[in-house]
């Protein structure tokens, strides 16, 4: 085991950070940086982190362990990274998103241990919390490319999306419940923040521009822009969404106000809304949204970093940004 960085840095120039084989990219076994959310699932996710680096010493596996912080990753994670091979990231979608274009920039493999609510990534590539099952995908993955997103608001700066962006009433809860968020967040945290925000309810009308096609105008709606078809509850609103196409995918779906959104539920829940004619449906690569009236969004299940009320949406696809350690059958 190479465990000297400067050895280490020596190797990869030599032979890289993976190795070929039939079917796809293995990563090497190499050293392996993991971060845990420390309040995640009311401590689990530190505890889960424990326990993965004991498999991991029974396997003869490096690992780091260092907890999350919440300060731009950038300025704790990029350093840290440099010197590993992959990245296990414990806790929720907010953590996997906080670590995602450090490890796209580093070109080191992800690996989501879930430790969160939904754990919407985790869900798309069969990841689970089983950290033998973690310890495998260390030895044996293989790496697939997945796409990631930037969105802009109002002309700010960049925040990355990995799963989806939306505008509407989940994004309301989000904010709703971020503002009053006392400790860890379950379930049940959002029940008082989905009453509000529905009562609360009021969507703009927006104006949508794809790519470089002319631009076409909704009444008031509700929209989501996925790279990723998971979404909460397993509603899974954008079920076309892939996350290794080289695409975008938005739903607009006309809303005026509590019914219109009880029907779009009722809708969703039967999984027919690819066939009501009232929905609009777009994929590119590029989308811009402008909206009549100021609107709150959320970015992979969470308030942006940014959290004003905006009135436009930028939001760009990059092929093929991030690797991920997946299982060698899913590929």
Known sequence: MV???????????????????????????????????????????????????????KAG????LMPTLADPPA????????????LVVIGGDGAVRAAAAEAAHADVPLVHLPAGNENLFSREFEMTNDVDEVVRRLLHGVVQRVDLASAVADGGPKEIMVLMASVGFDADVVHDLASRRRGPVRHRSYLMPAIRSFLGLAPAALR????????????PAIMMVANSRRYACRLDPVA??????????????????????????????????????????????RFRLDFEAPVRWQVDGDPPHHSKAIRRLEIEIESGALPVLVHPRTV
């Open 75 to 86: 300025t704790w994670l990029r350093e840290p990274l440099a010197a590993h091979h992959r």
């Open 208 to 219: 949508v521009t794809v790519d470089d096609e002319a631009p076409f105008e909704t009444g």
């Open 3 to 57: 465990r000297d960085p400067r050895r280490r840095r020596a190797v990869n120039r030599r032979f890289g950070r993976f190795r070929a084989r039939s079917g796809g990219i293995v990563a090497d076994s190499m050293s392996t940086l993991v971060i845990y959310n420390p309040i995640s699932g009311a401590g689990r996710a530190r505890a889960l982190a424990t326990s993965l680096e004991r498999a991991a010493a």
């Open 240 to 285: 076309r969404a892939q996350m290794d196409d080289g695409r975008l995918d938005l739903l607009v779906l006309p809303c005026r106000g509590r019914l219109g959104l009880l029907r779009w539920m009722f809708i969703i829940l039967r999984r027919r809304q690819s066939e009501d004619r009232r929905a609009r449906y777009r994929a590119g690569r």
């Open 61 to 64: 596996l490096e690992v780091t």
